[in-house]
């Protein structure tokens, strides 16, 4: 069965890797060489004041006082303008101090001073620090030959403009031909690489034989398992980075809980992700909530928790999601991620506003992504998800038409999505003739399967034959005598067969029978494709059937019928006509006793000899007779008027008060009631129902008819 895919559904963000990209700081010896230089150049010169301030600058330095250096410099500097030394300086402890913009306008304004050769470092490594990495790579690409920490820098320029390959290469270089004590940042930063480019890239590098030594390395790893798919083995990684975390800073005393519980954040963060994936969602966003009540100042970290608590969430629980899309927003966070973690984060904030009903936002976001990936079928699938929810279909069908049309190489799921819309508009033949335009899956086993069912429900069989035909042409070219050629033949020939296309089914038949001369069910479906259009055919076929003797199985009948779970039951032979046995004397035919019907009621008092009424059976309002209701006054109303009022009548109406008013039945056990009772029917009375009306008077008074109930029939 054929399956449409869901187009606009929430991404998951990978959680980064650990990359140590600020552990190198080369800065400092170079900074101690200098002062030494100067020192010894101004003491040679002979000038004391310009002497001390060279001395206080060494001493700060060595005890990384990097500002009060950088006092004695500016005086140095105010004493001797363009020092090239005393310039050098300033842009060390500039740096040191994380003032790159100011160390970078001292560069520009010195730069003929400087030299390009001398500060090269200093200017790239101001630049990849304020995010402008594009400039920090040509700064480095600019110098003929590249120094040991020239190459550090290279290396994480490359990891963060996503060139995996060339970083790689930059950092096994430098572990083969450096030996100090950056050794173990460099092992971490290469297996970051080898992550990136198993997640990212779906590349599977050469295992380089890292040990993991440290809980940076492991973690690492554990990451690398995750790109490949390997989600249990990854947990179990995952694990023991946990465990060397904490036994790397348990041998701190100064190190609290919480510094410990902050640094393995990251590393809940990506079990959490591991769990996700494995469908314990439950689990999965319990350590995500603890991660994000940490507080934890990595931002990137904490983007990318909020954003999977969001995929977690779906169009359910947005209020929460709302409150979680705030930490995506955070200032740094387009430097600590991927590109494909941001776009993930900047997809799922659309798709939260097109499910939280701020069409206006949905619209505005989605713009901004497909100009940003103009190729990217996501945002246009948001767009028409948005038009759907507005009942607006026949746009949605002309956005993905343009889309399709534009960029043909990633119109696949576009495809699927409009043959989707037409489907639920009932254009049956229209989404076919989209679904078989897609020509990544025009020849898949689930694609045919749903062509032919869709066909068949619109009763055109000769576009469902033709959907076999291309099909098997392709497999009999690509793969001939597969599985799923043979399987395909043998569809194509039961549908033909089904529908009544035996002459079109013979060449199937006769394809299969030839792979397998011993299948008896394809050769007695070819004798009896065969029986309709050429009979001498079918005879020489029925040749290679097997004999009766060899079909038959020795098999008890009667045991297979009495054995446990038979559905079968063997009736008795029925009576054949003209040979029953003759009858016995005395033995008569049994006669089947007729019911006797039940004479009807009658009414007491009956007359057989009287005529009934003839409008017995019309309502009394439609008789001839009918003189209509009795014209009187109204009766008194009782218990109306004011609270507490009495009626004058009231009393009147009561009948206990009334000594003359006969009784109008006899009270049970009276004389009256036993004398009605035993007293026998007189022969000569005329029962009331028989009884014609006499012609009233003109004095008569009329009287009034009652009222038919509910349910009351007239007459008998």
Known sequence: MFVFVNAWGFLTCFVFFRYSCDSINPEEAHFASGYSFACRRNMSSGGGSVASLWTEVNRCGQNGDFTRALKAV??????????????????????????????????????????????????????????????????????????????????????????????KAVYTDLIRN?????????????SAVVAAMSTWEKASPDDLGLSETTYELSYNAACTLIGRGQLTEALNKLQEAEELCRVFFSEDSDITEEDVESELAVIHSQMAYIMQLQGRTEEALQLYNQVIKLKPSDVGLLAVTANNIITINKDQNVFDSKKKVKLTNADGVEYKLAKKQLQAIEFNKALLAMYTNQADQCRKLTSGLQSQNPGHPRPVLIQVAQLCREKQHSKAIELLQRFSDQHPDSASGIKLTMAQLYLTQGHVTKACDILRSIEDFKHKQGMISALVSMYSHEEDIDSAIDVFSQAIQY???????????????????????KYGRKKEAISDLEQLWKQNTNDIHTLAQLISAYSLVDQDKAKSLSKHLPSPESMSFNV???????SHGANYVRKKAAKVTGENPPKEQGQGDVKKKKKKKKKGKLPKNYDPTANPDPERWLPMRERTYYRGRKK???KEQVGKGTQGATSGAASDLDASKTASSPPTSPRPGSAQASASTSA???????????????????GARKK????????SKSGW
């Open 704 to 711: 009034a008819p009652q009222k038919k109930k509910k349910g």
């Open 632 to 634: 009187g006054k109204k």
């Open 74 to 167: 500016n005086k140095i500097l105010h004493e001797v303008k363009e020092d090239v030394t005393a310039l050098h300086c300033k842009i060390v402890c500039l740096v040191q101090n994380c003032s790159f913009k100011e160390a970078l306008n001292v560069m520009n304004t010195y730069s003929k001073v400087l030299g390009s050769e001398l500060i090269v470092f200093e200017k790239a490594y101001c630049e990849y620090r304020l995010n402008r990495v594009e400039s920090a790579l040509k700064t480095i690409e600019s110098v003929s030959e590249q120094t040991d920490k020239l190459k550090e820098l290279y290396g994480q320029v490359l990891y963060r403009m996503e060139r995996y390959d060339e970083c």
């Open 680 to 698: 026998p029917a007189a022969s000569n009375v005329v029962p009331p129902r028989q009884q014609k009306p006499a012609t009233a008077g003109p």
């Open 475 to 497: 497999y009999q070219s690509e793969q001939p005598g597969s599985s799923v050629h043979l399987a395909l033949v043998r569809e194509a020939a039961d549908f033909k067969l």
């Open 556 to 562: 008890d009948v009667d045991e297979l019928e009495n």
């Open 178 to 190: 450096s030996q100090d004590e950056y050794e173990e940042e460099r092992k971490t930063n290469l």
